[in-house]
């Protein structure tokens, strides 16, 4: 959602950097470029401005200090980097739970914002943490809310309450206040309210929110708001705000391609944190806003905690268990481990996504490649990597001709992928050698057990095939037609 800004900020960045004393002028000309990626992101005015303000008065203050340094335009980067975070929320906020269950959450904003999937998630979210959530149905006004809502909690095995078809009918306020007796009956510890919303803001939608808020007495009550809409979602939280209050944001569909505003605009107009943040159309794509981490993102810093954290989720604890051993012990890495590294890659959903929580993601050359990385390429890796027998995934040595030909055909794939695949996963197992050793790493630095999973990147070469493989150079025939044919690709 922020590539453009971001690639607008490295650019304002990049002219600083080139100078090797910064004036005030060349403070005024980069605050003049980042005021205007702000706004063409849709970034509220007032928020653009009172940052721009900030950063032009705090660079000031320290101009003399900063060109004393080897690098002063660092200085400036650091100051936008701390500003960044501060309209972001500046720290991330967890749901504050009741001295006696169960706590409620009550969640509002407009139809079509998403609030009812996002139920489903952040029940997912509560649930994985030891919860023991309840959905209550209170949107009995847009068709099929209710059918919608027990379809989600049926996919992540979270009760649902609702004892009204909805479509029109049944009292949401009376749905709400039951719910959440049956929550107490049942002793569920987190009640979940879905309500209805509008198209637009009007006083039928705010008046039904404020007396289910009343009935249930919500411990938070959560604005959901599509990232996507621009500056309508201040507008909008700005409304609720006045007309049924809430306690934090939580910002769905920034996945999207749209300019990303709402996000650096809200927090500080309203006064209330993002705690949520939606990133994608999987129940599982969802998780705490980091301020830090997002403006991290925007700087083009990446986001390597968010990365860490996704893919040690992934890996099972005996899959990982087992890696780390085999990694200190000093153990061959085989296409067994790799085969354990390509599942849970998978899980972790968008591979492109994923890396583009690397530093530099954004930047030209990189960007390049990750608009060109081939999400199919880990199922054909896996097919050919599944029609190898098991002493062929322990021990790469044994795949002659006649081998590469049968496991070629079993997978569906050319003789020279499977070249392709053995030739790189031999690049990764020394490349897991020399990290082991030290000798790989930098000032000979020992990569720290568990580390698996550069070998499984490292071994993927994940960009769209050309269309017509380069022949290898020419060398001695083989007597043997199948590793002929498999010599020649």
Known sequence: MFDSLSAKFASAFSSLRSKGRIKASDLDDIAAELERALLDSDVAISVARDFIATVIKRSNEVLDQVNKSTNPAQAIFDIVHEE??????????????????????????????????????????????????????????????????????????????????????????????????????????????????????????????????DAVSPDEILFVVDAMIGQDAVRTAEAFLAGVGFDGVVLTKLDGDARGGAALSITQVTGKPIMFASTGEKISEFDLFYPDRMASRILGLGDIATLAETA?????????????????????????????????????????????????????????????????????????????????????????????ARIAKGSGRAVSEVNSLVERFTGAQKMMKAMRSGKGMPGGMALPPGMGMPAALGGMGGTRPAAKAQPPKKKSRSGNPAKRAAEQG
Do not use: C, W
């Open 84 to 213: 960044l975070i501060a309209i972001l929320g500046g720290s991330a906020r967890r749901i504050r739970l009741a001295k006696n269950p169960p706590t409620v959450i009550m969640l509002a904003g407009l139809q079509g914002a998403g609030k009812t999937t996002l139920a489903g998630k952040l029940a997912k979210y509560l649930k994985d943490q030891g919860n023991t959530p309840l959905l209550i149905a209170s949107d009995l006004q847009r068709p099929n809310a209710v059918t919608q809502l027990q379809v989600v909690g049926d996919s992540i095995k979270v009760p649902v309450f609702a004892p009204e078809p909805g479509n029109g009918v049944g009292d949401p306020v009376a749905v709400a206040k039951a719910g959440k007796k049956y929550a107490e009956e049942k002793l569920h510890n987190i009640v979940i309210v879905d309500t209805a919303g509008r198209l637009g803001v009007d006083d039928e939608l705010m008046k039904q929110a404020a007396s289910i808020r």
């Open 312 to 404: 040690k989720s992934a890996f099972d604890s005996d899959t990982a268990a087992s890696l780390e051993a085999k990694f200190a012990s000093g153990d061959e890495f085989t296409l067994d481990d790799f085969l354990a590294q390509l599942e849970a890659m998978k899980k972790m959903g968008s591979m492109t996504k994923l890396l583009g929580m690397l530093p530099g993601a954004n930047s030209g050359a990189m960007k390049k490649q990750l608009e060109s990385f081939d999400e199919s390429e880990l199922v054909r890796t896996q097919a050919i990597v599944q029609s190898m027998t098991p002493t062929e995934r322990r021990d790469v040595k044994i795949l002659n001709g006649s081998r590469r």
